[in-house]
Structures are given as structure tokens and as C-alpha cells.
């Protein structure tokens, strides 16, 4: 999918993310397809006229096709 097209097609190197520090879904689903939190962004972004934490998330080719290799088929591609 969207990794794969990237690293493959694209020959890009490194992806960043970004997901509310509170967004427990989202931030796991970035950690099972390898992504490794960098940092937490203080008050990075508004919402409903209050300003949240953003975690930062990158993954490199190597660490995606690791976490690929692992999880096979069950991966996120």
C-alpha cells in the first residue's frame, strides 16, 4: 500500500508522522509497521481552541522492510 509505494516507487528513504499524544490508535497502528517515536512535540497543534501534544514518528526503509519481514502477510504495507 501507501509504505510500499513509497519506499519501492517513490525511492524515498524516510517517512515522518505525526499523531496526537492522545490518539491511542493511531500512534500503535505507527508503531506496528516499525515507525520509532522521536519525539513529542509540545502543543503542536489546535483543536476545539485548545492546543495538543503531537507524538513525531519517522521510519527508514530498513526498519519498514524489518517490521515487513516479521509480520509477513499480517504486515501494514
Known amino acids: ?7 519501492a516507487a517513490m525511492g524515498v ?6 499523531a496526537a ?3 491511542g490508535r493511531g500512534n500503535a497502528a505507527l508503531r506496528k509497521v516499525g ?5 513529542t ?3 503542536s497543534f489546535l483543536r476545539n481552541d485548545q492546543y495538543l501534544d503531537q507524538n513525531l514518528w ?3 526503509e530498513e526498519e519498514w ?3 515487513k519481514a516479521v509480520w509477513g502477510p499480517r504486515a501494514i504495507h
Open 41 to 43: 512535540l509540545r502543543r
Open 58 to 60: 519517522t521510519i527508514l
Open 21 to 23: 499524544v492522545k490518539n
Open 65 to 67: 522492510r524489518q517490521t
Open 35 to 39: 515507525a520509532f517515536k522521536e519525539r
Open 13 to 18: 528513504h524516510r517517512l515522518e508522522a505525526r
Open 1 to 7: 500500500m501507501t509504505l510500499g509505494f513509497a519506499f
